[in-house]
């Protein structure tokens, strides 16, 4: 079964540190990985995404970390603000496929 | 611009009532998804529509059913809510294949 396992399901994080949350999947035909990012009372918003042909894309203070061998990528927030506090879910979705597989998210709250 | 919209925003409603949501997006998009978010934050694909023609349909009650007028309109209609119905319903979009979903604001249904 599809799957994407991520970790911590919660992580508090002091302002200017650097957050970091782990997402592993099996499915070796997953070929988008993207991350969102979920404030309360709002959707999901997409944060920053990565195809298997690299190993790291940045945007801003946000990288992705990508490990094909290990079938596991990460999201690290630098200089974390409390403006980043909000739940972050990875995804995964196979080549030719429309469906997102996410994981079960992180709830991250950044203190000054 | 809302780029994905859907109404109500809150909906409470009585145990065996029929109640139904309302989805647009003016991305251009051929693809929209319906979402169920449950208590503990989980994002579970419930639908998806490509084109008006339904492509997922993942293992959901019979009382849930979801209907594409046309490319920019997805509706969820629900017979007979439940307690178990309780969560917020996320309406997604994106174009065919392409992992880059936009969701909308979500509707927060409550079953008293």
């Known amino acids: 079964q599809q799957q994407v396992k991520q970790s911590p399901q919660s992580l508090i994080v002091q302002k200017g540190g650097i957050s970091i949350i782990n997402c592993a999947y099996e499915?070796?035909?997953?070929?988008?990985f993207p991350w969102y990012q979920q404030f309360p009372g709002k959707g999901p918003a997409l944060l920053i995404a990565?195809?298997?042909?690299?190993s790291e894309k940045k945007e801003g203070r946000f990288t992705i970390s990508f490990n094909k061998s290990a079938k596991q990528f990460s999201l690290h927030i630098m200089d974390s603000q409390p403006g980043d506090s909000a739940t972050y879910f990875c995804?995964?979705?196979?080549?030719?496929?429309?469906?997102?597989?996410f994981g079960k998210g992180t709830k991250l709250s950044v203190i000054p | 611009d809302t780029a994905v919209s859907q109404t109500p925003k809150y909906l409470v409603t009585q145990m065996g009532n029929d109640k139904s949501i309302k989805c647009e997006q003016n991305l251009g998009h051929d693809t929209m998804y319906w979402y169920k978010q449950d208590s503990k934050k989980f994002l579970k694909i419930m639908f998806s529509?490509?084109?008006?023609?339904?492509?997922i349909n993942e293992t959901v009650p019979n009382r849930f059913s979801p209907k594409s007028p046309d490319k920019a309109h997805l509706n969820l209609h629900i017979n007979s809510l439940e307690l178990g119905d309780s969560a917020v319903y996320f309406c997604?979009?994106?174009?065919?294949?392409?992992?880059?979903?936009?969701f909308g604001p979500g509707t927060r249904l409550t079953v008293t």
């Open positions: 529509y490509n084109n008006k023609e339904l492509i």
């Open positions: 995804a995964a979705k196979g080549a030719g496929s429309y469906q997102l597989t």
């Open positions: 997604a979009s994106s174009f065919t294949g392409n992992g880059e979903q936009y």
């Open positions: 499915n070796t035909a997953f070929d988008y």
């Open positions: 990565i195809r298997p042909d690299v």
